[in-house]
């Protein structure tokens, strides 16, 4: 989630924890959270935003190159697979892992719901 925070940020130019939030279907305070953590990694700075009630977040030069280095270990991983799959198996699984992430992040931030597996010991 971190590095999606950093891309969003850094890529996609989008500067508000709230649009982030919405983008990763997760609430305010778990992105504040995120964003905490790369603030205290040095990789995202908080700064004044339009108006008091709001920060603008902005990428550091450490944030950049955490980026960049993570996007050269995805392109590398992208291509050690492509030598194991056909093209078409390769873009069925990037779309299968893309509608897999988005599932897991719908369930990230849905309300708790019965546990299947019965109550557990916090519950009891």
Not at 15 to 31: C, F, G, K, N, W
Not at 32 to 56: H, I, K, T
């Amino acid at each position: 989630m971190q590095l999606l925070v950093l891309k969003y940020i850094h890529v996609l130019d989008i500067h508000s924890q709230a649009v982030i939030a919405e983008r990763l279907l997760i609430d305010a305070p778990a992105v504040s959270r995120l964003v905490d953590r790369l603030e205290e990694d040095g990789l995202v700075e908080r700064r004044a935003g339009e108006n008091r009630r709001c920060v603008r977040l902005e990428i550091t030069d450490a944030g950049r190159k955490e980026f960049q280095a993570l996007q050269r270990a995805t392109e590398w991983l992208d291509e050690e697979a492509k030598a194991y799959l056909a093209p078409e198996e390769f873009e069925e699984l990037s779309r299968l892992l893309e509608k897999l992430q988005g599932g897991l992040q719908r369930l990230a931030s849905a309300p708790p719901g019965p546990n299947p597996c019965g109550p557990s010991r916090k519950d009891e």
